[in-house]
């Protein structure tokens, strides 16, 4: 059974920098497709971030272009989000998620086999 174990988060100012980190142990990490999501208080969770297995396609949100960077170390069997530039809106939970499937619809949390326990991003203003 795939799991997902998730670290960095916390509390930072607005335009703050923050790296998530999510290593994973009972999946085939190098042919696992990773994602990142989020979900704020009364909102539902919605995409950040995905990265394929096969040649390290990134895929982002509109309000992570350019400020996120999710990037993964096959040998650690770990991915991670690198959060630059954060805005208050970035407050959130964030979830990693593994899809070991491969179905390629990686914006779709329903595409994913596993999530992380998740962690809390604050930012104030």
């Known amino acids: 059974q795939g799991q997902l174990v998730q670290s960095g988060g916390g509390e930072v100012q607005a335009g703050a920098s923050l790296r998530l980190s999510c290593t994973t142990s009972g999946i085939s990490f190098t042919t696992a497709a990773m994602g990142w999501f989020r979900q704020a208080p009364g909102k539902e969770r919605e995409f950040v971030a995905a990265?394929?297995?096969?040649?390290?396609?990134?895929y982002y949100s509109d309000s992570a272009k350019g400020r996120f960077t999710i990037s993964r170390d096959n040998g650690k069997s770990t991915v991670y989000l690198q959060m630059e530039r954060l805005k208050p809106e970035d407050t959130a939970i964030y979830y990693c998620?593994?899809?070991?499937?491969?179905?390629?619809?990686?914006?779709?949390?329903?595409?994913?086999?596993?999530w992380g326990q998740g962690t809390q991003v604050t930012v104030s203003s």
């Open positions: 998620a593994a899809d070991v499937s491969n179905g390629g619809s990686w914006t779709h949390r329903t595409e994913y086999d596993f």
């Open positions: 990265i394929s297995w096969s040649h390290g396609n990134t």
